[in-house]
């Protein structure tokens, strides 16, 4: 089993850190265009409006594992998902290509010429996102199902050689677009990367489903209907958004310190180091979704611990120890004082790999038995427990108000956790109670 769950959860991890790395390199290109600043500023800001838009898409993954039972069930699935991605595309057309685009932009974020036309721009180009994402998160889905996550790992690193190729051969003959346009181009190109290789790896899966995913006949009763499917995964599109609007919540705490350059600096660089290192644990669900109900449940808790002490040491390393000084001054390049600051909050941090991890594993239970609403709920919980934290670090003002992302963090995923954790203890003595057990 302990095997097993390895060979099926590394490559989900490494996938979640390459994919960081990814997004590395693309600033890295887009720092060498001319006007660098207004480059990043307007992809990015391009790619966060696109993002909230396809939020219907982003959980299509999860939703193929979880609900996809048989041939007619997938055939099911695969024709919803098709309605849903040219909906939002739909969606999605009618925002960049209206004046509402420019009037949010504008009225809502405040953003002025330059920044604004290559803002628009940029969001332009992603108009085919959501195809490459839903098609991605399928694909993703469907290989998950086969238990070939070594084939996501492969796809992701073809993405980001795609996107090294073009960083260090192609990006000075770009130059003649505007720096975000650039940006987009590259995004798009490196997701549609990514499917084209997962189709081609996944060819003979999705030419015969029944057979390669193990699928003898179709299962009286089960049936996927439009309803079914919205229930189950309208409550992940949710999750997704709220943690979209908590890290503007820390920047506001983190803007009222008396220095908030030093403090919006120090946090964002503390999390961006966190974050890297404990990504993986991202992908965890996928473990306790895809082997929950296979009798061993003690190694698979044993297996999510293990996970939690490797990811909790080595981000304890650099809180902790002078590794920290040469990523944060040598390898990241920030000052002392930044460093110093983000060294307080990255020792906060420590304690946040376990809490990812314990959610993880009852998220995947969860879905196992499709009871994605209190995952829903649970995201809800964190972001007021993730609010009220920051409005009490704000009233507190401590010497060092850079630790309050770290904090709110802390008090969202542990509230998070707890809620999650009991909900799923629930659903499941409910599950074994019907069942005799």
């Known amino acids: 089993m302990w095997k097993r769950l390895t060979v099926f959860f590394l490559p989900l991890g490494l996938t979640s850190f390459m994919i960081n790395l990814t997004h590395f390199f693309f600033n890295a290109g887009l720092a060498r ?65 209206t004046p509402a685009l420019s009037h949010v932009l504008q009225r809502w974020v405040g953003l002025e010429e330059p920044m604004l036309s290559s803002t628009i721009m940029a969001a332009r180009v992603l108009l085919l996102l959501p195809l490459a994402t839903g098609m991605r998160n399928i694909y993703q889905g469907i290989a998950i199902l086969a238990r070939r996550t070594p084939l996501i790992f492969v796809c992701t690193a073809v993405r980001l050689l795609f996107v090294l190729l073009v960083v260090f051969f192609g990006i000075s003959h770009l130059t003649v677009l505007p720096g975000a346009v650039v940006g987009s181009l590259m995004f798009l190109g490196a997701m549609f990367t990514e499917v084209m290789t997962l189709y081609f790896g996944l060819r003979s899966t999705l030419a015969a489903p029944s057979l390669y995913l193990g699928w003898q006949e179709e299962i009286e009763d089960y049936v996927l209907t439009p309803r079914i499917i919205v229930r189950f ?14 890290e503007p919540i820390i920047n506001v705490g983190l803007a009222q310190a008396d220095q908030p350059e030093l403090a919006l600096a120090a946090h964002a660089v503390a999390w961006s180091v966190a974050w890297t290192i404990f990504s993986a644990s991202s992908m965890l669900h996928q473990c306790s979704l895809v082997f929950h109900g296979e009798g061993e449940e003690e190694v698979l808790v044993k297996f999510y611990l293990a996970v939690a002490l490797i990811l909790t040491g080595i981000l ?112 499941q003595h409910s599950v074994e109670s019907s069942v005799g057990v």
């Open 316 to 427: 304890a390393g650099v809180a902790f120890t002078p590794l920290g000084d040469w990523v944060l001054l040598r390898a990241m390049g920030v000052s002392q004082e930044v460093a110093a600051a983000a060294r307080s909050a990255l020792q906060w941090m420590v304690f946040l790999p376990p809490l990812s991890v314990w959610r993880e594993y009852h998220w995947g239970t969860l879905m196992a038995q499709r009871n994605s609403r209190v995952i829903g709920w649970g995201k809800g919980v964190n972001l007021v427990f993730l609010t009220l934290m920051v409005l009490v670090g704000v009233k507190i003002r401590s010497d060092n108000i850079a630790v309050l992302g770290a904090w709110a963090f802390l008090a969202g995923d542990l509230a998070e956790a707890l809620f999650v954790h009991g909900h799923s203890r629930r659903s």
């Open 33 to 97: 265009l001319p006007r660098p600043e207004l480059a990043l500023a307007a992809f990015a800001m391009a790619k966060s409006v696109v993002h909230i838009l396809e939020a219907p898409v982003f959980n299509f993954h999860q939703t193929v594992v979880a609900l996809v039972k048989d041939k007619r069930t997938y055939r099911q699935a695969m024709a919803f998902k098709a309605v849903i991605m040219l909906g939002d595309m739909a969606l999605l057309a009618l925002v960049l290509f």
């Open 233 to 246: 995964a309208a409550p992940l599109v949710v999750a997704s958004l709220i943690k979209y609007v908590s």
